[in-house]
Each structure stands twice: as C-alpha cells, then as structure tokens.
C-alpha cells in the first residue's frame, strides 16, 4: 500500500488490487478510480504500487500496468509511454517506485530500469556504474540534489554525473533494500530484508545496526519495511 498528501492538502490512498483512491474529509468518504477493461482512459491496473505529484499539480500513479499521469478535471488518464522501451504503455512494464526530485523531475523505477521524465517530456535511462546492469527498484527517495534508489539487490545512490553507484558494498548484502532516509545529522539509514545499516556521517564506513534480532536492543526483526524521521529529526 501507497499513501500521500498532495499540495492541495488531499490524502491518496492505493494498494495492490486497491486501485487508486482520494479521500474527501468534508464527506468523510473516498473516491474511487480504477482499473475499466471497457474505459481506455481508466487507470491502467488496480495494482498500484506508487503515488506521487510534480509542480505542476499532475499526480503520476505507477501500477503494475505501467505509468499514469491523472488528467486534470480527473476524469481519466494519460498512459504514459517510454519511446525507450516500446512504443505501446504496457512496455514500461510494473512501476513501483516514483520520486520527484529538486528539479520537479519524475524518476519512474520499473522492473525495466529506472528513468527520469526531464521537463520538456523526454525520457532518458539512470545509467548504472555497473555495465548492463538493469536496476529493478522498490523505492527512490532523495534529499536536495541526492537520489537514492532502494532495489532488489542493494542500494544505489545516484551522482552529480547522473550515474548510480552501488552503496555500502561489502557491508549491505546484495538483497533487497525497502527504505532510505537521510535524518537532520546527516546520517544515513538503510533499511533492508536481512537488518537495518547505518553510515553516521557522509563517507565514513557503512555499519549494520541490526543483525540479531532476538537479542535485547535490537529490533523485533531483521526485515525493515519503512523508515521516517520524527520531529527531533531522528
């Protein structure tokens, strides 16, 4: 399951098989958008893995379908189509992660690869440090100019060349990575399947902070799903 709160103040709520949902606090109800074999407009699939909104207002929603950009009055939608990877939407293949970046740009994170929408529409590939390797993503966050991407076999982080580049190797194992934050220290937390990692300043060794779960002080278990900064920025 996804949510957000778009700009306007509006909580979206979608999940798999859930489809895509807004929910009206004047009413106390939700509206629905889903998946119409017989509506070429409605939302490509009603597995919905990721939500997010640009400057613009549009709200992109990405599904196992492919990736959808709201129409305005709200009424449809746009398939996109990555000229990439097919000619058609359902080319882009499942899209589980979606990211807006400093520059108002998309990042689309698909079992494809991941991609970047620049302003004037066009689409280009995030190139990987590692020669034909295609990153198949979970999550993208970032902060400022830093963008991370949380993938089935690590974490990558991408530079001011645009390149991603595998972080923490040697440390975090080549398994899927759920969650990323940067807190207000600076310190960067990796949340895995096999623990939680820590770097506690820009640069400095990568450290795992959970490995044995049943032990008292460690976490109840060694999958981290989620993690968020709380006020006091920890």
Known sequence: ATLTVDRQGHLWAAGLNAGLNRYDASTDTFRH?????????????????AIAQTVD??????????????????????????????????AVGTVAALYVDAQGRPWIGSGRGVF???????????????????IDSWRIDGDGDEVRIAATDGLWIVGEDGVARRFGAGVIPPT???????????????????????????????????????????????????????????
């Open 57 to 90: 207002g549009a709200l992109w929603v990405g599904s196992a379908g492919g990736l959808d950009r709201m129409r305005p009055d709200g009424r449809g939608f746009v398939h996109v189509v990555d000229p990439l990877l097919g000619t058609t939407p359902a």
């Open 33 to 49: 958008w889903g998946h119409d074999p017989a509506d070429a407009t409605s939302l490509s699939s009603d597995r919905v893995w």
């Open 116 to 134: 970047v929408r620049e302003t004037d529409g066009t689409i280009h590939r995030v190139r990987s440090a590692e020669p034909r390797r295609i």
């Open 176 to 234: 899927n990575v759920m969650s990323s934050v940067r807190d207000s220290f600076g310190r960067l937390w990796v949340g895995t399947q096999k623990g939680l990692f820590l770097q506690a300043h820009e640069g400095g060794p990568v450290t795992a902070v959970s490995n044995q779960p049943v032990l008292y002080g460690n976490l109840p278990g060694s999958w981290v799903w989620q993690l968020m900064i709380d006020r006091e920025g920890g």
